[in-house]
C-alpha cells in the first residue's frame, strides 16, 4: 500500500434550509405525499420564470465567509442540460464558470491521542443550484413514478481540491464540513433525509506521479458509508491496474450490504452537459453592504471558538477539537465552566467529553436531551475543586442528578450524607483501625510490595465509606507505615 499514493476529493450537496425552494415559492418541508410540494415553476409547465430566492443567496455568502472564500460580486447561473426522468425542464439551474464562492479552505483534526494531525483541506468552489426530483422504483412493478417535491429544493454544491490521501483525511474533512454548515445556520445536516450527500472522487497514483483517473462515488449519506466505500474503491483500483488493466473514468455506486462499489455510468465532463448562461436569470449582483451586514450576524465559527478554548482556557488542541463539533457541545461545556469556574475548564471538558458523553451515548440521546445541565454539572465539578467531594463519590452524585434525585450537587451531598472527610484526626484514626486490623498487609508493604500499601488504602476508603480525602489516606498511612 506504501507504494501507492491515494488522492481523493470530495463534492458535497449541503441542502440550505429555506422555506420555500430557490427558483420558485413552494414549500421545501420534507416528508410531504409525493407531488404536492411542486408548483408550476417545479414542474417545468410552459411559459413560467424563475426568481431567485435571497435566502438561499445568503446562505452562500454565509458559508464563503465562514471558510474564507471570495464571495464572487458577480456570478452566473447556467443551465446544466442532461435528461433523466425526474428533471422536468431536460437541464438543471446551476452555476458553472462563475460560481458564488471561490476557495477557501477548512482546516481539520484528523486522529486522536498521539497520532493526531491537522489537515488544511482546500475549496474550489461552492454554488448554488437547483436540485432533482426522485424516482421511486419499490411501489410500482415494472414501472418508476416522479416524485417532484423536492425538484428546485435550493443546494450549495461545495467542492474541494484533491487534497485527502486517505479516508480518515475525507470522513473527518466531511465531519468538518456537516458541523460547520450547521453551526452557521445553512443547512439541517439530516443525512437520512438527504440534506447532506456526499460524492468521494477517489483515484490513485504512485508517490511523485501525475494524477490516476479517478471514479465518482455518488450519493454516500453517511460517514461509516464513506469510509467504508473510499477503503473498497481505492484496494480495487490498485488491484486492477496491478493486474494489468486501467481505470476507466466512472461514475459509481456504493452497496453497504455488499461493502463493494460498481459502476453506475461511464463517467461525463463538464462538456458533455453543454453547459451556457441561462437567459431568464440575470447575473448575481452582491454588493459589499450585504457581504458586510451578513458577516456581522454570523455567530463565533469553530476555529474561532477551538483558538479561544486552548489559549485563554488552556486546552489541548485535541479537547478543544471535540468540544467545537457542534455548537450545542461547545454551549454546554461553556455554560459549565461558567458555574465551574475557568480555572476548572479542563476537569470541566473531561466530563463532557467522557463521562456525559458516555452516558449519552449508552442511552442514545444528544446533548440537547441531557437530564443534567451545564449547571448541575459545573456544580459538580466545583465540589470536586474544593474537596467537598472526591472524584469516586461524584460519579455517584453524577448518577443521581441523571436520575433527577435533586436538583443540584450540592442537595444530593448533603440529603445522602457525601461529603468528603477531611479531619485530619478522623482520618488517622481510621488509618490506625486499618493498620491495627491487617497486619500481614503492613508487614508485606515493610518488606517492599507495593500492592500491599494499594489494599490498606482501599480498606480505609472502605471504612469511610469512601469520604475520606484520599491524598490525605495516602500521606498519612505512608506516614504510619514509616513510623
Known amino acids: 500500500m506504501n507504494q501507492w499514493e491515494v488522492v481523493i476529493g470530495i463534492e458535497t450537496h449541503a441542502q440550505l434550509s429555506t422555506v420555500s425552494k430557490i427558483f420558485s415559492g413552494a414549500p421545501t418541508a420534507f416528508g410531504a405525499e409525493p407531488n404536492t410540494q411542486a408548483c408550476a415553476v417545479d414542474l417545468a409547465l410552459p411559459g413560467v420564470l424563475p426568481v431567485l430566492n435571497k435566502k438561499a443567496v445568503e446562505c452562500a455568502i454565509r458559508f464563503g465567509l465562514a471558510i474564507g472564500a471570495h464571495v464572487a460580486p458577480k456570478s452566473v447561473f447556467a443551465r446544466k442540460n442532461y435528461f433523466y426522468p425526474d428533471l422536468p425542464k431536460g437541464y438543471q439551474i446551476s452555476q458553472f464558470e462563475l460560481p458564488v464562492v471561490q476557495g477557501g479552505a477548512i482546516t481539520v483534526q484528523v486522529g486522536s491521542g498521539d497520532k493526531a494531525y491537522e489537515k488544511t483541506v482546500n475549496l474550489t468552489r461552492a454554488h448554488l443550484e437547483e436540485d432533482a426530483g426522485k424516482s421511486l422504483h419499490e411501489d410500482f412493478h415494472g414501472k418508476s413514478g416522479i416524485d417532484l417535491n423536492r425538484a428546485g429544493t435550493p443546494l450549495l454544491e461545495i467542492v474541494t481540491e484533491p487534497d485527502m490521501r486517505s479516508s480518515d483525511e475525507a470522513v473527518a474533512y466531511a465531519k468538518a464540513l456537516h458541523a460547520l454548515v450547521q453551526w452557521i445556520g445553512i443547512c439541517d445536516g439530516n443525512m437520512q433525509e438527504g440534506s447532506f450527500r456526499c460524492d468521494a472522487n477517489v483515484s490513485v497514483r504512485r508517490p511523485g506521479a501525475p494524477f490516476g483517473t479517478r471514479r465518482e462515488i455518488k450519493n454516500l449519506n453517511s460517514f461509516r458509508f464513506l469510509k467504508e466505500a473510499i477503503d473498497f474503491e481505492v484496494q480495487w483500483q490498485i488491484n486492477e491496474i496491478e493486474e494489468g488493466r486501467k481505470i476507466q473514468q466512472a461514475t459509481v455506486l456504493f452497496d453497504p450490504d455488499s461493502g463493494e462499489t460498481r459502476t453506475m455510468r461511464t463517467k461525463e465532463d463538464a462538456h458533455d452537459y453543454r453547459y451556457f448562461p441561462d437567459p431568464d436569470l440575470l447575473p448575481l449582483v452582491i ?27 488552556g486546552l489541548s488542541a485535541y479537547d478543544a477539537a471535540t468540544l467545537t463539533a457542534s455548537q450545542e457541545i461547545a454551549g454546554f461545556f461553556e455554560s459549565t465552566v461558567e458555574v465551574a469556574g475557568t480555572a476548572n475548564a479542563k476537569p470541566c471538558a473531561n466530563w463532557v467529553m467522557v463521562d456525559l458523553a458516555a452516558r449519552l451515548n449508552k442511552e442514545g440521546r444528544d446533548i440537547g436531551q441531557s437530564p443534567v445541565s451545564p ?37 444530593i451531598i448533603d440529603k445522602q450524607g457525601l461529603k468528603q472527610i477531611t479531619d485530619s484526626g478522623a482520618i488517622e484514626a481510621l488509618v490506625d483501625e486499618v493498620i491495627a486490623a491487617n497486619a500481614a498487609n503492613v508487614a508485606e508493604y515493610r518488606a517492599g510490595k507495593e500492592k500491599a500499601f494499594n489494599a490498606l488504602v482501599g480498606q480505609v476508603m472502605k471504612a469511610a465509606k469512601g469520604k475520606a480525602n484520599p491524598q490525605q489516606v495516602n500521606e498519612l498511612l505512608k506516614k504510619k507505615l514509616a513510623g
Not at 459538580?380 to 443540584?408: C, P, Q
Open 375 to 411: 449547571a448541575q454539572l459545573g456544580g459538580l465539578v466545583r465540589r470536586i475543586a474544593d474537596n467537598t467531594i472526591s472524584n469516586n463519590i461524584a460519579k455517584k452524585v453524577f448518577e443521581a442528578l441523571w436520575n433527577g434525585e435533586g436538583a443540584s450537587a450540592d442537595e
Open 287 to 313: 454588493a459589499d453592504d450585504w457581504i458586510a451586514r451578513v458577516r456581522g450576524e454570523l455567530p463565533e465559527l469553530p476555529a474561532q471558538k477551538r483558538e479561544r478554548f486552548a489559549g485563554e482556557l
